[in-house]
């Protein structure tokens, strides 16, 4: 803790360090406020959240939640691509932030944020650097600057802890709770100077540090000005007290500039970005989104084990070891859960996991056992063999135990983003409840009725903003090219906080649901590196029935068309485009993609040429491919040369000796189906085939089946095809038939049952039987086999005398 | 006895001032029977940080287990308590090592074991008799032959059950009774042939999870014994460290005086982290063998090429030699590991010949021996 008295303000102001998500920390702010009591206290967070504070001290509103931060680069102001950015800012009952506001505010205390707004820190900071890093979600706590260095390493590896967590918990939790506050403060600023004189200069400038840090001085200063003008007299006599809570990695930096003040203007922004582009929001929070381990490094690990902790501390009747308690609880409540799942644990294994946690805790000079006693000792006493996949049930469920579930709760005046405003005045226009958390369900006829239709987009586009409103359980996949035949969308739909969470995560998008997914639309096709993925997004723009300011969308496809040179991706996109094509006027769309497709059926025909020599895994992938194409470019009535290139590029095709049987086939096929080729032709190349060298031999049931599916109604124009096969057959012996007999099988599924039966009805005349006579053939009895072997045997005595 | 006439001496020898001076510095409280308290048992298997106090002078506990000071933690609380102790993992593990130590600190002896093999006898695990003794006084205490387990619950002392999987599994279920009741009954002496357990007694257990022939353990075995799965160290640089390590103490207890080559421990280490993770420092993608992969292998192809370097050679480390022993040491199992060995010397080791040269280019042109 440093504390700095300015006589210019007549303020004492107290710099309480304070590490994100930590009781021990939450208990010592808690505590130091109550005993100073200030007239403000002063929190690290985006100054824009001040509107927030009252929501977030509302009686109704429950922890987990998190202050939602957007800002849309519409100033090129981060950076020229323009961008549009999130973070989140999440508290726990046992953030130390909150713990300071609810007591400042209990106590009557101004409370406010003092650090830049969300905009304007990314403005400041280097890309990849700060709060610009890549990662999944980011996030506004910035903890990570604590354990980073390798001085912390060595640390570690000096006490012999695993990781900053282990360490933290060891000398900062388990000790903290005993410990009086100056001493407690004491030890961590003398923690966190290290941190920061091991970090570079630069790094402070490029991860915006210097410019958070002048503007946070700038705002304690206000505070200190305005609370001498407000108080007058009164604070000329006694004084006043400001407490600023902010991350330990940045109050020595703070308490150094608040005692050389008037410097803080070198590192201040030159210019605020605009105000209208920043968002903020509160939104409901779940424990397992808080959970340092999933996914990104901020705060503690394992909310739901500390949340525990501090509710013990919190009781009335001090509880003497409330980790002591909190690990009882969880190695009871995970061999609960381990038998509800058929696992064994019993009542024995949970002692010896107690006691195991107790002298882990003695061993290692802990006071109490910590989370990593008990994981240690249900490692030990739950995981029964070896430690895998197959026995780690327990640690699964003890994680989950320590983990938590708690998902917040808002109250009703929280405010919420226009999207969600949007989401709410739609759902009352189409009568679709948002008041119970039962599920409804509800099937449109979307092409007879408009306002099905309507709903049904609704639907689509809640879902492409991955908001888990709706799920559609019936109807037409458009992406997968199931179940086109369907005439009605059934859906199902429930309201959750989830709901709620995803949209207020999409607001930076738009202020409507429409809009918001057009946005979301246009980026992910700007990210979209096939032009496969482009044209699925087309598909389902098609569904969401986003109309207007398209444009940009269909200039961005035919640009992926052109630059993407993978064939299977390009014929992947035709199918999707043919569908679209198919399909525009039915589902209302506004715009004809025949364009777009005849520069995918180019592109493909200019690669065509080059696929013959294909690996036989790619065969299917190819054989549908030029399928697909033959058929669109039949359907594209007036465009006679496109035809006639289809057809060059297989005769070219064609010529080349390497080519892959199975493709070989087809294309013959195709070549007949589209009257180019005669019959005699064919069998001529399957001759080939079979007089050829043994290798080329094995490759006619490739061919067939290449045929077949290209053209299988060739088979039954007289018996010249099936003379062929038969052939074949006769040419290979037993063990290369065996080989074959996948390839050959795949021959045939292309003909239905009938068909085949008519096959098997001339190849059994070819060779003067009949079929209902083959029926009738019956099993050799065993008997007989071994009769024969007897005989054998006899002859071989017999012969070798 | 001398440690210098012994092939192998145990723990409790080769490391005796070590544990003499943790004994005599040792404040903490001990369980009872404990020749040491469990924090300086974790220091003696773990190294101290600074020097201990010895005889007037002063002595470095050296670190003898390396990769999981917990699971050495966890082994050493679950001792001290009311359960068996199991270590599982693949072969090479050092499970054995840790076992040794660990009754070598915690009990003074580590050589009260039970050697376990698919021939091992109910017998062998509780007692048997010296029959000319029985036949001459009949069934008494003289006549009694004890097997370790019936020691350990005697005197109070740790008792090792070596791969317990390899005994069959009725027979390791004569362990149930006597690790829950801690209770050894012994018929043929009537009234006195209750043995009941000292404290200090427990049960270390080994097992392996790899190799073939091994036997299931039953559940009701299983609930008596906490599991610790020791797993394979990860990191090459530590695994080149145990390498080192073990090679100087072999070569010193067989007198080789020859140097431990540093760079040829890192070129087997890597080769062996490798083929094992499946996965290249330069990010190629290896088949791994079926062969155990383990540190214990590596110390074992590098300690070979010692001796042949120290007896047939110039006291140097041959790299041509080395590949000859890797050969021999992965074709234990089937040919194909041999192709596996040699597709990561035709990618990983050329390139890294080329990339970073040193050892990795002599270790390319002996590719010749991998036939």
Redesign the interface.
């Known amino acids: 803790m440093e504390t700095i008295l300015r006589s210019q303000e007549m303020a004492e102001i107290k710099l309480l360090p304070v590490r994100h998500h930590s009781p021990a920390c939450a208990l010592q702010v808690r505590r130091m406020i109550e005993a100073w009591r200030p007239h403000a206290v002063l929190i690290e967070g985006p100054d824009t959240a001040d509107s927030l504070i009252p929501a977030m001290l509302h009686s109704h509103t429950k922890a987990p939640f998190a202050v939602y931060y957007s800002y849309d680069d519409t100033e090129g102001a981060v950076s020229r691509e323009r961008e549009k950015y999130r973070c989140y800012y999440p508290f726990l009952d046992y953030s130390p932030e909150l713990a300071a506001l609810r007591a400042g505010s209990a106590l009557g205390a101004q409370v406010a944020f003092i650090d830049l707004p969300y905009g304007d820190i990314l403005a400041a900071s280097r890309e990849g650097k700060g709060m610009r890093q890549e990662g999944e979600q980011s996030n506004y706590n910035d903890d990570y600057l604590l354990s980073r260095s390798a001085y912390f390493q060595l640390l570690c590896e000096?006490t012999?802890l695993?990781s900053f967590d282990e360490f933290w918990e060891k000398y900062f939790e388990l000790e903290g709770l005993s410990q009086d506050g100056e001493t407690w403060f004491r030890n961590l600023l003398t923690y966190c100077r290290q941190a920061r004189e091991s970090t570079p200069f630069e790094q402070l400038t490029e991860e915006g540090c210097l410019a958070r840090e002048a503007y946070m001085v700038k705002k304690i200063l206000e505070t200190a000005e305005r609370l001498a003008q407000t108080r007058g007299e009164e604070a000329q006599e006694a004084g006043s007290r400001i407490l600023a809570v902010t991350g330990g990695f940045h109050t020595p930096a703070l308490a150094g500039r608040l005692r050389e003040a008037g410097r803080e203007a070198e590192y201040l922004p030159k210019k605020q970005v605009g105000a209208k582009d920043q968002g903020v929001y509160l939104m409901p929070y779940s424990m397992e989104a808080a959970d340092a381990l999933n996914g990104y490094a901020s705060g503690m690990p394992f909310p739901g084990f500390y949340q525990k902790i501090w509710e013990f501390v919190q009781e009335e009747a001090e509880e003497p070891e409330p980790y002591g308690r909190a690990v009882l609880d969880m190695i009871v409540a995970t061999g609960r859960a381990v038998r509800r799942k058929e696992g064994?644990i019993?009542a024995y294994?949970e002692i010896?996991a107690c006691?195991?946690a107790r002298?882990?805790a003695?061993?290692?000079g802990k006071p109490q056992p910590g989370a990593?006693e008990l994981q240690?000792a249900a490692?030990?006493?739950f995981?029964?063999?070896?430690?895998?996949l197959a026995t780690d049930e327990p640690m699964r469920l003890l994680r989950g135990e320590m983990t938590g579930r708690r998902v917040g709760e808002l109250c009703g005046d929280a405010g919420e983003p226009p999207l969600l405003q949007d989401f709410r005045a739609q759902c009352r226009r189409f009568g679709l409840q948002t008041a119970s958390t039962l599920e409804s369900e509800s099937t449109l006829s979307v092409f007879s009725k408009k306002r099905h239709r309507q709903i049904s987009m609704f639907f689509h586009r809640l879902l492409f903003l991955q908001a888990p409103y709706a799920r559609r359980v019936k109807g037409p996949n458009l992406q997968t090219g199931r179940d086109r035949n369907l005439m009605r969308e059934v859906w199902k739909y429930k309201w959750s906080a989830q709901v709620m969470a995803a949209l207020i995560d999409a607001s930076v998008y738009g202020g409507s649901v429409e809009e918001a997914a057009r946005a979301l639309a246009g980026e992910r096709l700007e990210r979209a590196v096939y032009a496969r993925d482009g044209a699925l997004l087309l598909t389902q723009v098609m569904e969401m029935g986003l109309t207007g300011e398209l444009s940009p969308v269909y200039g961005r496809l035919s640009g992926l068309l052109m630059s993407d040179a993978d064939f299977y991706s390009l014929a992947d996109a035709l199918g999707s485009l043919g569908l679209v094509e198919q399909l525009w006027r039915l589902y209302g769309s506004d715009r004809n993609v025949r364009e777009l497709m005849i520069v995918c059926i180019r592109r493909l025909l200019g690669l065509l040429p080059g696929m013959a020599r294909i690996k036989d895994e790619d065969m299917a992938r190819c054989m549908e491919a030029v399928k697909r194409l033959y058929q669109a470019v039949g359907r594209l009535e007036d465009e006679e040369t496109l035809r006639d290139s289809y057809f060059q590029a297989l005769q070219a095709m064609d010529r080349d000796g390497g080519i892959q049987a199975g493709v070989h086939g087809c294309i013959h096929g195709i070549l007949y189906g589209g009257g180019r080729e005669s019959a005699e032709r064919i069998l001529q190349v399957c001759r080939g085939y079979l007089t050829g060298t043994k290798d080329q031999l094995m490759k006619t049931a490739l061919f067939f089946r290449g045929l077949f599916f290209g053209a299988k109604d060739l088979v039954f124009v007289g018996d010249a095809f099936l003379r062929m096969l038969d052939e074949f057959l006769a040419r290979i012996d037993e063990g290369d038939f065996l080989r074959l007999l996948p390839e050959l099988h795949m021959a045939f599924t292309y003909f239905t049952p009938a068909e085949t039966d008519r096959i098997a009805r001339t190849a059994a005349e070819l060779h003067g039987g009949n079929v209902s006579a083959m029926h009738e053939l019956k099993a050799v009895p065993e008997e007989w086999y071994l009769y024969g072997r007897r005989l054998e045997r006899f002859a071989l005595e017999e012969i070798n005398g | 006895m001398d440690a210098r006439k012994l092939l192998r001496p145990p723990m409790e020898i080769r490391y005796r001032e070590e544990l003499e001076a943790l004994k005599a510095s040792d404040s903490g409280k001990k369980p009872e029977n404990w020749q040491l308290s469990p924090r300086a048992v974790r220091t003696f298997i773990l190294g101290s940080s600074a020097p201990i106090a010895y005889r007037g002078g002063s002595l470095l506990v050296e670190k003898k287990y390396f990769g999981n000071d917990a699971l050495v933690e966890r082994c050493i609380i679950t001792l001290a308590g009311n359960r068996g102790l199991m270590l599982v993992g693949e072969p090479g593990t050092a499970k054995t090592m840790l076992s040794e130590l660990l009754t070598a600190a915690i009990s003074g002896v580590s050589t009260n074991t039970i050697q376990g093999t698919a021939g091992t006898t109910e017998d062998m695990i509780k007692y048997s008799w010296n029959y000319a003794l029985l036949l001459a006084k009949g069934p008494g205490r003289d006549a009694l032959v004890p097997s370790p387990l019936y020691t350990g619950m005697e005197q109070g002392i740790l008792t090792r059950f070596e791969e317990i999987t390899r005994t069959p599994a009725e027979v390791q279920d004569s362990l149930i009774s006597v690790l829950s009741d801690k209770v050894l009954n012994v018929p043929e002496l009537g009234d006195d042939g209750i043995l009941f357990a000292r404290p200090g007694f427990n049960v270390i257990g080994t097992a392996n999870t790899r190799d073939k022939g091994v036997n299931e353990m039953s559940s009701a075995l299983k609930r008596r014994f906490n599991f610790e799965t020791v797993a394979p160290v990860r990191e090459v640089a530590l695994e080149k460290q145990i390498i080192v390590n073990e090679v100087r103490s072999l070569a010193a207890e067989s007198h080789i005086d020859m140097p431990v080559d540093e760079d040829v421990a890192e070129l087997l280490a890597s080769t062996y982290h490798e083929l094992r993770e499946g996965v290249s420092s330069l990010g190629h993608r290896i088949d791994s063998p079926g062969a155990v992969m383990s540190t214990a292998e590596a110390v074992s192809v590098y300690y070979q090429t010692m001796i042949g370097g120290y007896y047939y050679g110039d006291g140097r480390m041959d790299v041509e030699e080395l590949v000859r022993n890797l050969v021999g040491a992965l074709s234990k199992e089937s040919r194909e590991d041999l192709g596996k060995l040699k597709g990561y010397f035709d990618t990983v080791v050329r390139d890294k010949a080329s990339k970073e040269g040193g050892l990795w280019k002599p270790y390319y042109e002996a590719r010749k021996w991998l036939k």
Do not use: H, P, Q, T
């Open positions: 000096k012999g695993r064994s019993s294994d010896c006691s195991m002298g882990l003695a061993l290692r990593y240690d490692l030990s006493c995981v029964k063999g070896e430690y895998n």
